[in-house]
């Protein structure tokens, strides 16, 4: 079946714009992760979606990161007013998660996103 | 705080040279330990969990292992195919009762033909 996509797969963009990012799950999976790669870091966990309960946005370094889910579809995660330290490879994950932390992650592509 | 160190950074082998990974973590109360693999301009692709210290898992020439304090990934006659970052992570509470993927590095696996 179809794995988890992402778009665009390259994002480059000035200092200050707004950037969106799209992520489709695998059908099913009722759990949705963002991560952040960054040159010579670890995948850095961002946000997490489960159904319709209110996200864990515990991860997201600042207010200018937000993202929405719409049931258990599609996500998008918004980078406001860019700084150069925001590029990286963003990374969406999708899993069935029965609420135990055993159930495995499938990662789409990513996103590289370049800030000049 | 809970942390997971994988070793070596990166790690060079003739095709054929058999040697291993490892992944250390500090964790109260695992409930798994995932090792992928990731390709350059690609996400992580999963190969393993493992739950309890003392399983063992295979996946052609990977073979996964977990004791209390870390787990090894050894690769066994390796081929160029195989050369790739090897991330190890493992799921951490993270309030509300979710649970995140906390990983570690990686070892950036080259084999040399």
């Known amino acids: 079946g179809a794995g988890v996509s992402q778009s665009p797969s390259n994002k480059v963009t000035e200092k200050g714009k707004d950037v969106e990012l799209r992520c489709d799950p695998i059908s099913g999976h009722t759990a949705l992760y963002w991560y952040r790669q960054s040159l010579g870091q670890g995948l850095e966990f961002l946000i997490y979606?489960?159904?319709?309960?209110?996200?864990?946005k515990s991860g997201l370094p600042s207010d200018r990161f937000s993202a929405e889910r719409t049931g258990e579809s599609v996500s998008t995660l918004t980078i406001q007013r860019t700084q150069q330290e925001d590029s990286a490879v963003y990374l969406c994950?999708?899993?069935?998660?029965?609420?135990?932390?055993?159930?495995?992650?499938?990662f789409g592509p990513g996103t590289r996103l370049t800030v000049l | 705080e809970d942390q997971v160190t994988q070793s070596p950074e990166a790690l060079r082998l003739q095709e054929g040279e058999s040697s291993s990974l490892n992944c250390s973590y500090t964790?109260?109360?695992?409930?798994?330990l995932f090792w992928y693999r990731q390709d350059p301009g690609k996400g992580p692709e999963f190969l393993f969990t493992?739950?309890?210290a003392g399983e063992e898992k295979e996946k052609e020439r990977l073979k996964a292992t977990l004791t209390k304090k870390e787990s090894f990934l050894h690769i066994t006659a390796p081929k160029p195919e195989d050369s790739a970052t090897y991330l190890c992570?493992?799921?951490?509470?993270?309030?509300?009762?979710?649970?995140?993927?906390?990983f570690g590095k990686g070892t950036k696996l080259s084999v040399i033909p």
């Open positions: 979606f489960q159904g319709n309960s209110a996200p864990d």
């Open positions: 493992l739950y309890s």
């Open positions: 994950a999708s899993s069935l998660d029965r609420g135990l932390g055993t159930d495995t992650q499938y």
């Open positions: 992570a493992v799921p951490r509470a993270s309030g509300a009762g979710s649970y995140q993927l906390t």
């Open positions: 964790v109260s109360g695992l409930r798994g």
